[in-house]
């Protein structure tokens, strides 16, 4: 019986471990949004030429151009938000359930 509540314990470390990860994971995601949707709207805004990084440079590029490709990046950090979003949930759920398994135990 000591041996299984190691083993629950352990578990329960690791799904922890995993939640702060993702939980991490999920700051990164959101601030990467915000300079997104923050980039957009200079760009809408942006009267005159419209640049672009390009290592260390700046790149002139076509305003319709750059904002297409921040609408893209845009959704990919969306659908990646709510990726991690449903990975934190079935950690969660997984975590309730180990501490449930270790109340019965």
């Known amino acids: 019986m000591p041996e299984e509540n190691q083993k629950l314990a352990r578990r329960a470390q690791n799904l922890q471990r995993q939640m702060q990860t993702l ?3 999920e700051r990164s995601v959101e601030m990467q949004l915000q300079q997104t949707k ?3 709207k200079e760009v809408e805004n942006a009267e005159g030429s419209v640049y672009k990084a390009a290592g260390n440079v700046l ?3 076509d305003k319709e151009e750059i904002k297409k490709e921040l609408e893209e990046r ?3 950090m969306e659908s990646q938000k ?3 979003k449903n ?3 079935r950690t969660q759920q ?3 359930e180990m501490q449930s398994e270790q109340k019965a135990a």
């Open 82 to 84: 709510e990726e991690v």
């Open 87 to 89: 990975r934190k949930e």
């Open 74 to 76: 845009k959704e990919q």
């Open 59 to 61: 790149v002139e590029k």
């Open 23 to 25: 939980q991490t994971q």
């Open 94 to 96: 997984k975590i309730e």
């Open 38 to 40: 923050q980039a957009i």
